[in-house]
């Protein structure tokens, strides 16, 4: 089993308010990703990160930003949620070669009223 | 970009019948994995596939990558309950290492 930890794993907000979803991973990866996924629906990447102080914007635009100050942290803030924020948010890492399995964390389920 | 399309987008079937999705792309794939989501879970790593035309098997379900290296399968024989669940390919960009999802395929086995 991966060693990989979310929290929250629900949060529910009201409008406007900043929210950070924290993510850490005890597998020494430098590869980190976060996604978003609406029910039922595929996986889109918001942000990855190839190491400490790399990040880079995925292929979904979003309003989120992350961070990844140590190798084994990777959060992701939003400074004022939205109604269209409501999503879920799965954080995920994996080894350093080129192309491998990633390992997903249990994803923060997030409402935004 | 890169795109995968998976299908079909759900499929019921009878507890012991087969099962298959497949994913397919128009240009050639390094690779191809495939993942396995329970429902309320997170994804799992089933597989990764990078040789023209390869088969592996983890028990009930049979992986096959096409020898184009357009297109892999998922096979799943005689289906249990516990195979409930949305299935994912995934290809990796062979610049990057990013993977880019398909839409899924979830699975319901009527018991």
């Known amino acids: 089993e991966a060693d990989i930890y979310q929290t929250p794993r629900y949060l529910v907000i009201g409008t406007g308010k900043k929210i950070t979803l924290e993510c850490s991973q005890t597998m020494g990866h430098d590869k980190m990703y976060w996604y978003q996924q609406d029910p039922g629906m595929e996986l889109h990447l918001i942000h990855y990160s190839y190491g400490v102080n790399s990040t880079e914007k995925g292929d979904l635009s979003s309003e989120s930003t992350v961070s990844r100050i140590r190798t084994e942290h990777f959060p992701l803030t939003l400074e004022s949620a939205r109604p269209s924020h409501t999503s879920q948010y799965l954080c995920a890492s994996s080894e350093s070669a080129l192309v491998n399995e990633q390992y997903f964390g249990p994803g923060t389920r997030l409402t935004v009223t | 970009g890169q795109q995968v399309m998976q299908i079909p987008q759900y499929q019921h079937v009878q507890e012991g019948e087969d099962f298959t999705t497949y994913c397919n792309s128009s240009t050639t794939l390094s690779n191809i994995q495939w993942y396995k989501q329970r429902p309320g879970g997170h994804p799992v790593f089933l597989i990764q596939?990078?040789?023209?035309?390869e088969v592996k098997k983890q028990k009930r379900l049979t992986f096959q990558f096409g020898e184009a290296k357009k297109n892999s399968s998922l096979h799943i024989t005689a289906t249990q309950t516990t195979d409930v669940g949305t299935y994912f390919c995934a290809v990796g960009s062979s610049n990057t290492g990013k993977l880019i999802f398909g839409q899924g395929t979830t699975l319901q086995v009527k018991p």
């Open positions: 596939l990078v040789k023209s035309g």
